[in-house]
């Protein structure tokens, strides 16, 4: 009986051992770069350009290479949450440091969870960006971003201006003011 026992445990032992020698030989590795294309293969060679197409391709095991460079990324779970469509939202960054950015939000999926803008922010930034988790932002310019009282949105191709009131009551007898000029006044060298 015990040298069956002893056996049992060598063939255990030896088909860990297989399987994990073929979980690794089918391990893939794929790369970005942000001179890449997502309909590459993702090669060394041929990189993917967004992290999220490599996400797509990876299965456990994989390895995702990201070169350098600037990518314009934003990613937050709760974002999916939502169920909006962000593309063309502008989205207002504060990321890394206290300088802040505003971005159309170039591309975004309903129930995704991160959205891409155009990366051309300070190049000061990355020397200065010191905390990573200092990354927020938030969302305007569409009427899916009203949530909280005393903000707006207008609908400038309906021509209609929807208000949320700080007390939660229709605007109609409310005299409503908006800034039409971004400066008051304009000193000038004569």
């Not at 504060?94 to 950015?101: D, H, I, M, R, S």
């Not at 051309?120 to 990355?126: A, K, V």
């Not at 988790?133 to 207008?154: C, M, Q, R, V």
């Amino acid at each position: 009986m015990l040298r069956i026992v002893k056996r049992a445990e060598q063939w255990l032992g030896l088909s860990a051992i297989f399987v994990a020698i073929s979980f690794h030989s089918e391990a893939a590795e794929y790369f970005v770069a942000v001179d890449g294309a997502d309909s590459n293969s993702g090669s060394q060679e041929q990189p993917f350009r967004t992290i999220q197409k490599a996400a797509d391709m990876m299965k456990a095991g994989d390895t995702c290479y990201v070169r350098g460079g600037e990518y314009g990324m934003m990613v937050d779970p709760e974002l999916a949450k939502t169920g909006v469509d962000w593309s063309g939202a502008v989205a207002t960054l504060n990321v890394g440091t206290w300088q802040t950015w505003r971005r159309v939000v170039r591309t975004h999926k309903a129930g995704g969870d991160r959205f891409t803008y155009r990366r051309d922010l300070s190049r000061r930034l990355e020397s200065k960006r010191k905390w990573a988790s200092f990354d927020h932002y938030f969302l305007s310019g569409k009427l899916e971003a009203l949530d909280i009282p005393t903000e707006w949105y207008l609908d400038r191709g309906a021509g209609r201006l929807y208000l949320w009131d700080l007390n939660g009551k229709s605007p109609a007898g409310h005299n409503v003011e908006a800034k039409v000029r971004d400066y008051v006044f304009e000193a000038r060298e004569r």
